[in-house]
């Protein structure tokens, strides 16, 4: 079946570096994926999304990036900061399914 | 702008009872999914609804049902209620099922404690 994971639950970086989350996939069909932020007590918020037919996407501060030969996907943040502390979760959407899968998340701690 | 909205924020119930769920979607926004999070773990599919029918369902037990008003709010139902269902209970709202408009955004859920 297809799943979303995971390389490392827990991620601890300095204020002011990059943060880079990873995330890999297993379902080769799957054509569209979204990063979450999640803070304690809230629903996940969107960040940043990526179609399979592109390799990179950019927002504010934020970068995805989609490697479809290994089913990997990256999420980077530039210049870390005390807000971006969260759990950040990957999601796929397959092409035929109507909902996204989840992988279990990475803490993101940022140290002042 | 309204986002999506959830109701109600918190909630405690008690084993063997039922509870019901609403959710409203952002304005223009015609589909509505439902995940289940448990502590310390991703969301998880339950339900996703479209233009008031059922398109697509997890797998979860027949003790969860939803539905989908006219107006394109939906309330999710659980019957006969386990610990096991202690867990936030997230609301997606999106534009359509598929296709470019497939970003889905979520509520601030419903935290269900079951006792």
């Known amino acids: 079946g297809e799943s979303v994971g995971l390389h490392l639950p827990t991620l601890s970086v300095q204020e002011g570096d990059n943060s880079i989350i990873n995330c890999a996939y297993s379902?080769?069909?799957?054509?569209?994926f979204i990063w979450y932020k999640q803070e304690s007590g809230k629903g996940p918020q969107f960040i940043i999304d990526?179609?399979?037919?592109?390799d990179k996407r950019q927002g504010q501060r934020v970068t995805v990036l989609l490697n479809k030969t290994v089913k990997h996907l990256s999420l980077q943040i530039a210049a870390t900061q005390p807000g971006d502390s969260a759990v950040y979760f990957c999601?796929?959407?397959?092409?035929?399914?109507?909902?996204?899968?989840f992988g279990p998340g990475t803490r993101l701690s940022v140290l002042p | 702008d309204a986002g999506v909205t959830q109701s109600p924020t918190h909630l405690i119930k008690t084993r063997g009872q039922h509870v019901t769920l609403r959710c409203s979607p952002i304005?223009?926004?015609?589909?509505v999914s439902w995940y289940q999070q448990v502590l310390g773990q991703g969301p998880q599919f339950i339900f996703q609804?479209?233009?008031?029918?059922?398109?697509g369902r997890g797998n979860f037990p027949d003790r969860f049902s939803a539905r989908q008003f006219p107006n394109y709010s939906s309330e999710l139902n659980v019957n006969a209620l386990l610990l096991g269902d202690s867990a936030l209970y997230l609301c997606?709202?999106?534009?359509?099922?598929?296709?470019?408009?497939?970003?889905?955004?979520f509520g601030q859920g419903t935290r269900l404690t079951v006792v």
């Open positions: 997606a709202s999106s534009l359509s099922t598929g296709g470019v408009n497939t970003e889905a955004f």
């Open positions: 379902n080769s069909a799957s054509d569209y």
């Open positions: 990526i179609r399979s037919n592109m």
């Open positions: 999601a796929e959407k397959s092409n035929y399914g109507q909902n996204f899968v």
């Open positions: 304005s223009g926004h015609k589909s």
């Open positions: 609804y479209y233009e008031k029918e059922e398109r």
